[in-house]
C-alpha cells in the first residue's frame, strides 16, 4: 500500500520561508515522476512542481518559479520543497503527489496523494 505523509507546513509572514517534505513509503509501481500540488479554499487543486525521481529534472508552474524549489533525497526517500519570498497567494493546503509517467503538474497524471500539509501567509 503506497503512502505520502506531507510534514512542514506552518504560518509564516510575506516574504518568509518554510520547507515541506513528503514521505512516500510502499511499493509504487506506475511511474517515476512525483510532484506537489496545492489547494486554497474554493480554488481547484493546482500543479506547483514536479521532479523525475530518475533523473532528477524539475518541472515549476510560472507562479512559483524562481521562489520554489523541488528537491528529493535518495538516501532518506524524501521529497522536499523549499519555498522562499513567500506570498500570501501562496496559502493553500499543500499536497505531495506520485505515481505518474509524465513528469507534468497536471493533476490527472497522478496516481497517489498525501493527507496536505497546510500553509498559511499573512501580509
Known amino acids: 500500500q503506497v503512502r505520502l505523509v506531507e510534514s512542514g507546513g506552518g504560518s509564516v509572514q510575506a516574504g518568509g520561508s518554510l520547507r515541506v517534505s513528503c514521505a512516500p513509503s510502499g511499493f509504487i509501481q506506475s511511474g517515476s515522476c512525483m510532484g506537489w500540488f496545492r489547494q486554497a479554499p474554493g480554488k481547484e487543486r493546482e500543479g506547483v512542481a514536479s521532479?523525475?525521481?530518475?533523473?532528477?529534472?524539475?518541472y515549476y508552474a510560472d507562479s512559483v518559479r524562481g521562489r520554489f524549489t523541488l528537491s528529493q533525497d535518495k538516501a532518506k526517500d524524501m521529497l522536499y520543497l523549499q519555498m522562499n519570498s513567500l506570498k500570501p497567494e501562496d496559502t493553500a493546503m499543500y499536497y505531495c503527489?506520485?505515481?505518474?509517467?509524465?513528469?507534468?503538474?497536471?493533476?490527472?497524471?497522478?496516481?497517489?496523494w498525501g493527507q496536505g500539509t497546510q500553509v498559511t501567509v499573512s501580509s
Open positions: 521532479i523525475s525521481t530518475v533523473s532528477g529534472s524539475t
Open positions: 503527489a506520485a505515481g505518474s509517467t509524465v513528469c507534468s503538474v497536471a493533476v490527472r497524471d497522478y496516481n497517489y
